[in-house]
């Protein structure tokens, strides 16, 4: 690892030196180098260093914002990944957020932020009915300020931490609550067109992410602050989850290499597959067809 070296980034300066840690942040970049590549969040002209984009790396405090962190730089420091990085931390203005962590955090670490505060938890709090989730709504308001902030800041790309499990479990959401078949792409363009949003994270496992953070001691931020997170139908998605994962270990990955396999053809939806227009060969076709050689 790079940490062998007495030039790395002070984002890994103590990191353990056990086999089972290499192993897992081995993964960890692999598997965030996969999708980089595979859903192509770096444009050839990045790769020819004729043009080097920069992403807004968003930064909430909790482990898998820091492992994105933290594997980004890693990808960027071996010159795997030729874009520029600004972390960004959009402080909503939550009763008891911890608003020097981050700052402190990151200029020790020497990582190029910026931290912006806007108090979207009142008007959060106004608009909900007591009783009901945030979530929705208070998304919704940061990633407004969020795309605002990669405009000022000439980024090209919003950058969020959402892992495998994060993308599984809004697939069941969707199915159970929503009626259809629909999760968090790893690679999206925002409605105004002009900034891509990405989830490198996409194949890897919140347990890894756990894990890293953990091992790193990056100070980790609650995301319960706002105190709506009982009840929440993710919650209740998780658990089910949690109970296949422990009756079929493995279960999580099947079923996330499912939504990287799908089969148009196989499901019910007339707009993907032209069910109306499939035809049986005749025996004209198949006779006449030029894949079929003719006997002389």
Not at 64 to 72: F, I
Request: net charge neutral.
């Amino acid at each position: 690892m790079l940490d062998e070296s007495d030039d790395i980034h002070p984002l890994f300066h103590g990191a353990p030196s056990g086999t089972e840690f290499k192993k897992l942040r081995k993964r960890i970049v692999r598997q965030t180098r996969e999708a980089i590549e595979q859903y192509g969040m770096v444009t050839p002209e990045a790769r020819d260093g004729a043009a080097r984009p920069k992403w807004l790396v968003c930064l909430s405090g909790g482990k898998d914002s820091y492992t994105l962190l933290a594997v980004l730089y890693e990808l960027q420091w071996r010159g795997l990944l030729p874009v520029d990085l600004l972390a960004c931390n959009l402080d909503q203005g939550q009763p008891g957020f911890p608003a020097t962590i981050l700052p402190e955090f990151l200029k020790k670490m020497q990582v190029p932020h910026r931290i912006e505060y806007q108090d979207t938890y009142s008007v959060v709090v106004d608009k909900i009915p007591a009783g009901r989730t945030f979530c929705a709504l208070c998304s919704r308001l940061r990633r407004g300020h969020l795309y605002r902030i990669a405009r000022e800041e000439g980024c090209s790309a919003v950058v969020l931490g959402h892992h495998r499990d994060d993308i599984l479990e809004t697939f069941f959401m969707n199915l159970f609550h929503g009626g259809r078949l629909a999760t968090m792409p790893p690679k999206l363009v925002n409605e105004e067109g002009d900034l891509f949003l990405y989830r490198p994270l996409a194949h890897v496992a919140e347990a890894d992410c756990e894990k890293f953070a953990r091992a790193m001691n990056y100070p980790i931020i609650p995301c319960d602050l706002c105190g709506s997170q009982d009840g929440l139908q993710r919650q209740q998605v998780k658990q089910i989850l949690d109970g296949w994962e422990k009756n079929s270990p493995g279960r999580r990955q099947v079923m996330f290499r499912a939504l990287t396999n799908a089969r148009p053809s196989h499901l019910l939806d007339p707009k993907l597959f032209d069910f109306v227009g499939l035809a049986l060969k005749t025996d004209e076709i198949e006779v006449n067809s030029p894949e079929i050689p003719r006997l002389s």
